[in-house]
């Protein structure tokens, strides 16, 4: 069964950077896309951007660029989103979703990861 | 900057029928957006209802259904339960994905 294990809760000093990560299992690795989404307290839900599998293309929400990377190891079936210069309003949980290529939705989630941004 | 545009809150009784809606601020959705929809409960990852307009992800009841009306995307619940009562996001690929701000369901 397919299932995105995310790593565990963070906190963080403003200013810091943090990188999570999600281990897929259950389906072949590459034959998908990798998005992250973030919800903020209380909040909706924000896409964050989207990295190919297959060859590491990415695509970032514009109001991110310059402060996420993302990328894979696909010896290790792992995606890591790095956000640096955190501050107080990147608090949320962060998810790793499954991107279907062709019909471009979100099919499988990861649990999702608490970032605290606190002095 | 186009917004994606759904209804804040609606309500339903147990047993009816609601459908929730999906806008933009600058024009109409289509079937090129790929409109999919998703389902929230607090403290829980979303849950895949729909994808492609109109395709019920696997292990979702056929009294969920999507469309396109008019100039929107819209989520149709048939025979609402009370477990419906949640958050409903919308999402549309422009380029880059754009969410919906959520409506949050009611079901009493």
């Known amino acids: 069964q397919v299932q995105l294990v995310q790593s565990g809760a963070e906190v963080k000093k403003p200013g810091a950077s943090v990188k999570v990560s999600c281990k897929a299992s259950g389906y072949t690795f590459t034959s998908y896309g990798i998005s992250w989404v973030r919800q903020a307290p209380g909040q909706g839900l924000e896409w964050m951007g989207w990295?190919?599998?297959?060859?590491?293309?990415?695509n970032y929400a514009q109001k991110l660029q310059g402060r996420v990377t993302m990328t894979t190891d696909t010896s290790t079936s792992t995606a890591y989103m790095e956000l640096r210069s955190l501050r107080s309003d990147d608090t949320a949980v962060y998810y790793c979703a499954r991107t279907d290529n062709h019909d471009l939705y979100f099919d499988y989630w990861g649990q999702g990861t608490l970032v605290t941004v606190s002095s | 900057q186009t917004v994606v545009t759904q209804e804040p809150s609606f309500s339903v009784s147990p047993g009816g029928t609601v459908t929730l809606t999906c806008g933009l601020s600058?024009?109409?959705?289509?079937?090129?957006?790929?409109p999919s929809w998703y389902q929230q409960t607090p403290g829980q990852a979303p849950r895949t209802l729909i994808y492609?307009?109109?395709t019920r992800s696997s292990g979702v009841p056929d009294r969920f259904s999507g469309s396109i009306l008019g100039n929107k995307a819209a989520l149709t619940i048939t025979g609402a339960q009370a477990d419906d009562e949640s958050d409903y996001y919308c999402v549309l690929y422009m380029g880059s994905v754009l969410f919906g701000g959520g409506t949050k369901l009611t079901v009493l």
């Open positions: 600058s024009g109409s959705v289509s079937t090129s957006y790929y």
């Open positions: 492609s307009t109109n």
């Open positions: 990295i190919s599998a297959y060859n590491g293309n990415t």
